[in-house]
């Protein structure tokens, strides 16, 4: 059975740094392209960032350029959400996702989705 289990959110003021992780169980990552989502409360669901399955190519949302950096290690079958500069407005629940797909990666049709882990930033 297919699953992605987030880790890594908590608490942290604006400013501070947050790693997310997200590890699959099931499937090997190797020929999935990975994404990063968030959702604030009231707010629709957003394409954070994604990193694609073969040469790693990556796509960022603007509101996280310069800041946040994703990254897979294929061997230990984990996706990474390097999150630096927090802002308040980055407070949601982060989700990562997975979908087979050769080529650069996009911010769409994500068919596999873990559970979430919040992030609140916030002094």
């Known amino acids: 059975q297919l699953q992605l289990v987030e880790s890594g959110g908590g608490l942290v003021q604006p400013g501070g740094s947050l790693r997310l992780s997200c590890a699959a169980s099931?499937?090997?990552?190797?020929?999935?392209?990975l994404g990063w989502f968030r959702q604030a409360p009231g707010k629709e669901r957003e394409g954070v960032s994604c990193?694609?399955?073969?040469?790693?190519?990556?796509n960022y949302a603007d509101s996280v350029k310069g800041r946040f950096t994703i990254s897979r290690d294929n061997a230990k079958n984990t996706v990474y959400l390097q999150m630096n500069s927090l802002k308040p407005e980055d407070t949601a629940i982060y989700y990562c996702?997975?979908?087979?797909?050769?080529?650069?990666?996009?911010?769409?049709?994500?068919?596999?989705w873990g559970q979430g882990t919040q992030v609140t930033v916030s002094s």
């Open positions: 996702a997975a979908v087979w797909r050769i080529g650069t990666c996009v911010l769409s049709g994500y068919p596999y």
């Open positions: 099931g499937f090997t990552l190797g020929a999935y392209a």
């Open positions: 990193i694609s399955s073969s040469r790693g190519s990556t």
